[in-house]
């Protein structure tokens, strides 16, 4: 499992580590405790509501999510963990937050990186940051990773992952163009690749509608089993499918000599690598599975 | 010993700064210049009403023989001047005061230039924390930003052709603080803190305090290049009145907001093209290039809010309590020049004659 065939090998020279980044890493703000929200905009108060309420209860009861390999998770450091993405208003971000704090020996927050468009979209732009959603632009990733020494949750996939058909469930889409292993690498953080199984039948899309989604100026107008003719509340209307969520092992991006982000062609061969790694796992999951929503 | 010249002496922060350099007993001479009076109370700093004309500034800074000079004039609010008067302070007056610190023969060995947030514009696709190399995104899109990175690519230009003077950039955060007048400021003083539906936006101040105390230490300590100067924390609108004490009144819309500010405009709540747009998206900067260079900044954001909200609390009551003390010129310069009025030292010596 440690060393597959497409992962290149790792370089001899091991980095040195940047005298500057530790230098600028102490002096980041001082923790203000009487303080509720993080220089992110996130919001402790709003995140433990929405933790207690919803998410609470669909971990446990609606979704039933089964964790394995969250040993895999590092307890200390930034670490990027990278997973597949679907259903049109996507519970697994906050299922794998859930499940980080609810398995793991030391949980931590987990940041999500968001499409720029939430930061921009009237309500959305209230909302997402309080609950941990980062615009993802490199520099706030690499931000999180390499000085705050966070966990951050990217889905490479982005929207081409969530408003995918539901007849191409499981079918990863193209990782993006690798963004996200070149900001590990920069980082030196790990990437933990992450194989969700359940969403993708929670919220089904089966079809856009073009000109609806051109009215709203939202990023897609799907439909789906309840949305729209429930209204807005169908948005939160997921089927109770069975979840399963596995943390592969971490792939080390400090492997490969220094500045390794420079060499496109090994950026884009980990991505395609980290890409395949999660479909044979999705594949392995979903041969074993006997039913959607018993698992 | 230094000798200093302050442009925009007049303004709060530099009249501030020529104070708190007045202080400092390494700093010989201090040349204030502006084209309208000072409005605080100076001792040492000799003041010289002049505009920025270039040769004006250069028989200035040639006859004092001044080897520092701040630049603290630039125009970063934009209910502060006109966009025409804004303009030409910011760009053409830039322009002058620069061509009159060059030069080989010119004393001067470093330039502090007081520059704005501003520069990196306040957009969707905006990282979390600007730092100092970091381009904004976007073309700038209000005029008061497109006048500020003209200006600063200008600082940076002479930076390049006079490698003998230490060039030092300050880009500040929105300024905020009891005494100090900002779009921001205004708004912040409302019964409610107006807001745009469905935004609760990103903000970093810094302390008027923090303003003079980062352009005198850029004045004693060498800092070439550009240098973030904000609070730390980063607060939401949300924060800030409630630390304020006031509610948040969302009164502009989504859509259509330059319209409703329009109308806001009307009823005497002016909220600025930038202000909306930081309104909207919010901003925040990484001043820990600063923190490494050394320099200490006093208040938080949180901290800078916090002050603000005490002197809402008795503001009123200072109000009644006397009008603040004005600079008159004419009795400073009776006092400062006149032959009748016998110093100090003198009549030391003539009692010691005695």
């Given at each position: 499992?440690?060393?597959?065939?497409?992962?290149?090998?790792?370089?001899?020279?091991?980095?040195?580590?940047?005298?500057?980044t530790s230098?600028l890493r102490?002096?980041l703000p001082?923790i203000?405790?009487?303080?509720?929200v993080t220089d992110w905009g996130r919001s402790e108060?709003?995140e433990?509501?929405m933790d207690?309420?919803?998410y609470?209860?669909?971990?446990?009861?609606?979704?039933?999510?089964?964790v394995?390999g969250i040993e895999n998770v590092p307890s200390t450091g930034g670490a990027l963990i990278v997973s597949n993405h679907s259903?049109?208003?996507p519970p697994d971000a906050a299922m794998i937050t859930k499940a980080i704090k609810e398995e793991h020996?030391r949980p931590r927050p987990l940041h999500l990186t968001v499409e720029h468009f939430f930061k921009?979209?009237?309500?959305?732009?209230?909302l997402v940051a309080k609950i941990g959603g980062v615009p993802a632009h490199p520099a706030n990733v690499h931000r999180l990773l390499a000085d705050e020494e966070q966990l951050v949750l990217v889905f490479p996939e982005g929207r081409?992952g969530t408003?995918?058909?539901?007849?191409?469930?499981?079918?990863?889409?193209?990782f993006g163009r690798g963004g996200f292993v070149e900001a590990a690498m920069r980082a030196k953080a790990p990437i933990v690749p992450v194989a969700v199984?359940?969403a993708?039948?929670?919220?089904?899309?089966?079809?856009?509608?073009?000109?609806?989604?051109?009215?709203?100026?939202?990023?897609?107008?799907?439909?789906?089993?309840?949305?729209?003719?429930?209204?807005?509340?169908?948005?939160?209307?997921?089927?109770?499918?069975?979840?399963?969520i596995r943390f592969l092992e971490p792939v080390a991006t400090d492997?490969?000599?220094?500045?390794p982000w420079?060499?496109?062609?090994?950026v884009?061969?980990v991505a395609?690598?980290i890409r395949?790694r999660v479909?044979?796992?999705?594949?392995?999951?979903?041969?074993?599975?006997?039913?959607?929503?018993?698992? | 010993?230094?000798?200093?010249?302050?442009?925009?002496?007049?303004?709060?922060?530099?009249?501030?700064?020529?104070?708190?350099?007045?202080?400092?007993?390494?700093?010989?001479?201090?040349?204030?210049?502006?084209?309208?009076?000072?409005?605080?109370?100076?001792?040492?700093?000799?003041?010289?009403?002049?505009?920025?004309?270039?040769?004006?500034?250069?028989?200035?800074?040639?006859?004092?023989?001044?080897?520092?000079?701040?630049?603290?004039?630039?125009?970063?609010?934009?209910?502060?001047?006109?966009?025409?008067?804004?303009?030409?302070?910011?760009?053409?007056?830039?322009?002058?005061?620069?061509?009159?610190?060059?030069?080989?023969?010119?004393?001067?060995?470093?330039?502090?230039?007081?520059?704005?947030?501003?520069?990196?514009?306040?957009?969707?696709d905006d990282p979390a924390f600007f730092t100092?190399?970091?381009?904004?995104?976007?073309?700038?899109?209000?005029?008061?930003?497109?006048?500020?990175?003209?200006?600063?690519?200008?600082?940076?230009?002479?930076?390049?052709?006079?490698?003998?003077?230490?060039?030092?950039?300050?880009?500040?955060?929105?300024?905020?603080?009891?005494?100090?007048?900002?779009?921001?400021?205004?708004?912040?003083?409302?019964?409610?803190?107006?807001?745009?539906?469905?935004?609760?936006?990103r903000?970093?101040?810094?302390?008027?305090?923090?303003?003079?105390?980062?352009?005198?230490?850029?004045?004693?300590?060498?800092?070439?290049?550009?240098?973030?100067?904000?609070?730390?924390?980063v607060?939401?609108?949300?924060?800030?009145?409630?630390?304020?004490?006031?509610?948040?009144?969302?009164?502009?819309?989504?859509?259509?907001?330059?319209?409703?500010?329009?109308?806001?405009?009307?009823?005497?709540?002016?909220?600025?093209?930038?202000?909306?747009?930081?309104?909207?998206?919010?901003?925040g900067?990484d001043?820990?290039?600063?923190?490494?260079?050394?320099?200490?900044?006093?208040?938080?954001?949180?901290?800078?809010?916090?002050?603000?909200?005490?002197?809402?609390?008795?503001?009123?009551?200072?109000?009644?309590?006397?009008?603040?003390?004005?600079?008159?010129?004419?009795?400073?310069?009776?006092?400062?020049?006149?032959?009748?009025?016998?110093?100090?030292?003198?009549?030391?010596?003539?009692?010691?004659?005695?």
């Amino acid at each position: 499992m440690s060393s597959r065939p497409g992962l290149p090998a790792p370089s001899d020279t091991q980095p040195t580590s940047s005298a500057g980044t530790s230098e600028l890493r102490a002096q980041l703000p001082a923790i203000e405790p009487e303080r509720q929200v993080t220089d992110w905009g996130r919001s402790e108060r709003i995140e433990g509501l929405m933790d207690k309420t919803v998410y609470d209860w669909l971990y446990h009861y609606w979704f039933r999510c089964e964790v394995e390999g969250i040993e895999n998770v590092p307890s200390t450091g930034g670490a990027l963990i990278v997973s597949n993405h679907s259903g049109a208003l996507p519970p697994d971000a906050a299922m794998i937050t859930k499940a980080i704090k609810e398995e793991h020996a030391r949980p931590r927050p987990l940041h999500l990186t968001v499409e720029h468009f939430f930061k921009g979209y009237p309500g959305f732009s209230m909302l997402v940051a309080k609950i941990g959603g980062v615009p993802a632009h490199p520099a706030n990733v690499h931000r999180l990773l390499a000085d705050e020494e966070q966990l951050v949750l990217v889905f490479p996939e982005g929207r081409k992952g969530t408003e995918k058909l539901y007849k191409d469930r499981y079918k990863l889409r193209r990782f993006g163009r690798g963004g996200f292993v070149e900001a590990a690498m920069r980082a030196k953080a790990p990437i933990v690749p992450v194989a969700v199984v359940g969403a993708e039948e929670a919220m089904p899309i089966f079809a856009h509608m073009t000109l609806l989604q051109r009215m709203t100026g939202l990023l897609y107008f799907p439909i789906t089993p309840t949305f729209p003719h429930l209204g807005l509340a169908g948005f939160l209307g997921y089927l109770p499918a069975k979840f399963h969520i596995r943390f592969l092992e971490p792939v080390a991006t400090d492997q490969w000599g220094e500045e390794p982000w420079q060499d496109r062609g090994l950026v884009q061969t980990v991505a395609d690598e980290i890409r395949s790694r999660v479909q044979e796992e999705l594949i392995d999951m979903l041969s074993a599975r006997r039913s959607v929503w018993f698992g | 010993m230094r000798r200093v010249l302050v442009t925009g002496v007049s303004s709060y922060w530099g009249g501030k700064l020529a104070q708190a350099l007045e202080q400092d007993p390494d700093v010989e001479t201090i040349v204030g210049v502006s084209p309208h009076d000072p409005t605080l109370e100076l001792e040492r700093t000799e003041f010289v009403r002049v505009g920025t004309q270039h040769a004006l500034l250069r028989r200035i800074v040639q006859a004092a023989e001044i080897d520092t000079v701040i630049d603290s004039r630039l125009v970063v609010d934009s209910i502060a001047a006109s966009p025409r008067e804004a303009h030409e302070v910011n760009v053409i007056g830039t322009m002058n005061i620069l061509a009159a610190c060059g030069g080989p023969d010119s004393p001067v060995r470093k330039v502090v230039f007081k520059s704005s947030a501003h520069y990196y514009g306040c957009e969707r696709d905006d990282p979390a924390f600007f730092t100092e190399p970091m381009q904004r995104p976007n073309a700038p899109r209000t005029r008061l930003e497109s006048d500020i990175v003209e200006a600063e690519n200008a600082v940076h230009g002479f930076a390049e052709r006079n490698p003998q003077v230490t060039v030092t950039v300050l880009r500040f955060a929105n300024g905020l603080g009891p005494d100090l007048d900002t779009s921001h400021g205004r708004v912040l003083r409302l019964p409610a803190v107006p807001c745009i539906l469905g935004f609760d936006p990103r903000y970093q101040f810094v302390h008027e305090d923090d303003i003079v105390g980062a352009l005198e230490y850029a004045v004693s300590n060498d800092l070439p290049g550009v240098y973030n100067v904000a609070g730390d924390g980063v607060l939401v609108l949300s924060e800030i009145a409630s630390l304020l004490g006031r509610p948040l009144a969302p009164v502009l819309p989504p859509w259509g907001t330059g319209l409703a500010a329009a109308g806001l405009r009307l009823a005497g709540v002016r909220i600025p093209e930038e202000m909306a747009q930081q309104l909207r998206y919010g901003r925040g900067l990484d001043n820990r290039k600063l923190k490494a260079a050394g320099c200490r900044l006093r208040y938080t954001t949180r901290e800078a809010v916090q002050k603000l909200a005490e002197d809402l609390r008795v503001r009123e009551l200072r109000q009644g309590a006397g009008a603040p003390y004005r600079y008159e010129r004419e009795v400073e310069e009776f006092l400062r020049y006149s032959p009748s009025v016998r110093r100090r030292a003198e009549r030391e010596a003539d009692s010691s004659a005695r």
